[in-house]
C-alpha cells in the first residue's frame, strides 16, 4: 500500500504540486485508507497533477474509480480504491481544510 502512496505523491510532485500530504485514515471511520491532499495554484495545474496520476496509476495496473470536479478544476478528487486523491485550489483547500477532519 505504501507503494502506491508513493507513486502518487511522486506524479504530484511531478507536476509541481505544492503542500503534499499523505493521511493514513483510521479503519472504519473512512471508505479509503489513504487521503493524499495537494494543492496546484491554477486549475489547470490541479487537472495537469490529476492527469498525471491517473496516468501513473494506470501504468502501475491501479484501478481509477472515478474522477470528479475535473471540468471547474478547482477541487478534483480522483478515487484509486483505497486511495482518494484530492487536488485543490489554494483557495479551496483553505475552505474545505480536509487536514483538520480528517487527522486523527
Known amino acids: 500500500m ?8 511522486k506524479a504530484c510532485e511531478d507536476k509541481i504540486g505544492k503542500d503534499i500530504k499523505a493521511i493514513e485514515l483510521e479503519k472504519g ?5 489513504y487521503f493524499i491532499i495537494v494543492t496546484g495554484n491554477t486549475p489547470n495545474q490541479t487537472q495537469a497533477i490529476a ?23 478547482n477541487w478534483i478528487l480522483v478515487d484509486l480504491g ?6 485543490f485550489t ?15
Open 82 to 87: 483505497d486511495i482518494i486523491l484530492h487536488v
Open 90 to 104: 489554494p483557495e479551496f483547500r483553505e475552505y474545505y481544510d480536509l487536514e483538520r477532519l480528517w487527522s486523527k
Open 2 to 9: 505504501e507503494d502506491r502512496v508513493q507513486l502518487i505523491v
Open 29 to 33: 471511520r473512512a471508505l479509503a485508507d
Open 51 to 73: 492527469d498525471e496520476v491517473e496516468k501513473v496509476a494506470l501504468e502501475n495496473e491501479m484501478e481509477v474509480f472515478s474522477k470528479e470536479g475535473y471540468r471547474d478544476g
